[in-house]
């Protein structure tokens, strides 16, 4: 959900070989992000695909190298504009917000998840002003963000509020050519069928059309189906590949 202007956009359009930029946060510092970002980083999986910055603080990257048992060099700089996505370096918009030391591991902190989405918000912002294509993220807590005052059921619902998003939107998750979207969120099996109707079915193959057209790929097939009920999760969701 960034700019339909977004100068990020164009630069893709235009450049074939161009990676996109992806932000990438840390996650909740209590739990398994840090480590899991410091792995990730640290052996460079991702370099022939994406050029990634961080966003976050310098200390929970210390800490999740020394639980991975990692070292590697980044770049901190004071905002995205001063990156050089040329630099084969990671960069580093250290935020210096959190100190992972004062915060109890393991646990459910409102201190940890109100950095966490003040981290998550700074790094929507940066997408929003067109320096990178997408935001990625570590394992949130969201009991600890929603105690930290981020009162919001996902962060689904937090990104549209902070990108001022007002149509309808939906997670997609994709996995080896398959693209699974839903019609209802993270909401109870009451709400779940309340919001179930023609409108909001329509609204949903939409988006999913939208989206794989957008990704190249031509004449896309949908497959339909409800799912069992689940307590908090959706009630219709979809499958879909190209053809």
């Keep these: 959900m960034t700019p339909a202007q977004n100068p990020s956009d164009t630069r ?6 161009a990676k996109p930029r992806i932000a990438l946060t840390m996650g ?9 970002c410091a792995r990730i980083l640290s052996d460079g999986r991702m370099n022939s695909v994406a050029k990634i910055v961080l966003v976050g603080d310098a200390r929970v990257l210390d800490r999740g190298m020394q639980d991975a048992g990692v070292s590697f060099d980044v770049r901190r700089v004071s905002s995205a504009s001063d990156i050089d996505w040329n630099e084969d370096i990671v960069p580093l918009i250290d935020l210096g917000n959190t100190d992972p030391s004062t915060l109890p591991r393991a646990s459910i902190s409102p201190e940890s998840g109100k950095l966490t989405g003040d981290t998550l918000a700074r790094a929507i912002e940066i997408a929003g002003e067109g320096h990178v294509d997408a935001v990625t993220f570590a394992p949130l807590n969201k009991a600890a963000m929603f105690a930290g005052g981020w009162k919001f059921p996902d962060e689904h619902k937090m990104f549209a509020h902070l990108l001022g998003h007002k149509t309808y939107f939906s997670e997609m998750n994709v996995l080896d050519g398959q693209w699974m979207s839903r019609v209802t969120g993270h909401v109870s099996l009451r709400q ?26 031509e004449n896309p097939a949908s497959r339909w189906r409800r799912s069992t009920p ?8 979809a499958a879909t590949r190209s053809r």
């Design 28 to 36: 909740d510092c209590t739990g398994i992000g840090p480590e899991q």
């Design 12 to 17: 893709l359009q235009n450049d074939s070989n």
């Design 230 to 237: 689940m307590p908090a999760k959706a009630a219709c969701s």
């Design 192 to 217: 779940a069928l309340e919001e179930i109707n023609p409108q909001s079915i329509s609204d949903a193959v939409t988006l999913v059309h939208e989206m794989l057209s957008n990704a190249g790929i």
